[in-house]
């Protein structure tokens, strides 16, 4: 068991965190368990890999740790994941949406079957997950709702219409439900990364990198340079350590806003 100083913040609250296995969203499972949450994992992920992942998990956290395999394209298996989270730990105190591909063309040339996808798992999925959970949590008078958007949630980058569509779309969306919910004891809110060094990145460096002849670190240094003005990678736990602070109660208050994380990206 680790010494964490947020051990117990969270504890014995229900956390169902989308796309978490992997990058950004495994970070927040681990953050939130660290803090004293049970988790439910979900992504896309082979059976043997889930066992492995769930069983460390639950061991670096001392919580009880679930796998769902819903796929963030369709609405039936995502109130499924939800119901499945109530059945299983009896609430769904907290949500994460936080499930999200990428694809990068020009307007033009953005294969519509691409377009779908990026809308469906990026934007979609939170309303589904959204509407399903939010009837627990009034139940219980307490709920919180993560959405993790992006820098491209606030401001634009050539090449990724469908990605920057999803994500303004996001931010829209927690705003709306922050209205809603502001009087039943839930708060909504979207955090917005810059460059985080995971899966869904490291594609976008090896394309530069081939694009431009150069290595993958060269590749990554001008990935930054062009947006990140701390020339830093944002770290997982530091998306992961915010959602525990949006969770606690010093953040009960807190509600329809987004919180950027980039390094001064949008401050430019
Ligand atoms: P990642 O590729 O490492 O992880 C994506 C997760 O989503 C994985 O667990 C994957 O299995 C899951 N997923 C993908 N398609 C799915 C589907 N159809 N059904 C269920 N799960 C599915 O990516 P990441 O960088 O960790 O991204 C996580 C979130 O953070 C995304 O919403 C992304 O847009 C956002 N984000 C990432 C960055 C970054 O720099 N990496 C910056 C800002 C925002």
Request: proline residues 3%; hydrophobic residues 45%; charged residues 20%.
């Amino acid at each position: 068991m680790t010494e964490d100083k947020t051990q117990g913040k969270l504890l014995n609250k229900v956390a169902l965190v989308t796309g978490s296995t992997s990058g950004i969203g495994l970070g927040i499972a681990r953050r939130l368990g660290l803090a004293g949450c049970d988790v439910v994992l979900n992504g896309l992920m082979d059976t043997e890999e889930v066992e492995r992942v769930k069983a460390q998990l639950a061991e670096t956290c001392g919580r009880k740790v679930l796998y769902h395999g819903a796929d963030m394209t369709k609405p039936s298996e995502i109130s499924e994941l939800v119901e499945f989270t109530v059945l299983q730990f009896g609430a769904v105190d907290i949500v994460v949406n936080n499930a999200g591909i990428q694809h990068t063309a020009l307007v033009e040339e953005f294969p519509p079957e691409k377009w779908d996808a990026v809308i469906a798992i990026n934007l979609s999925s939170a309303f589904h997950s959204i509407r399903s959970a939010i009837p627990h949590m009034k139940r219980k008078g307490w709920g919180r709702i993560v959405n993790i958007a992006s820098a491209h949630g606030l401001v634009a980058s050539a090449h990724k219409a469908a990605y920057v569509a999803a994500k303004h779309g996001l931010v829209g969306l927690t705003k709306v439900v922050a209205l809603e919910t502001a009087e039943t004891g839930i708060t909504v809110n979207a955090i917005c990364p810059g460059w985080v060094r995971t899966p869904l990145v490291e594609k976008q460096i090896s394309d530069r990198a081939s694009r431009d002849g150069i290595s993958q670190e060269a590749a990554a240094i001008q990935l930054l340079a062009a947006k990140q003005p701390s020339k830093r990678f944002v770290e997982v736990d530091e998306i992961g350590d915010t959602v525990v602070f949006l969770a606690s109660d010093a953040a009960a208050n807190i509600t329809g806003t987004s919180i950027s994380i980039d390094g001064g990206w949008t401050a430019q």
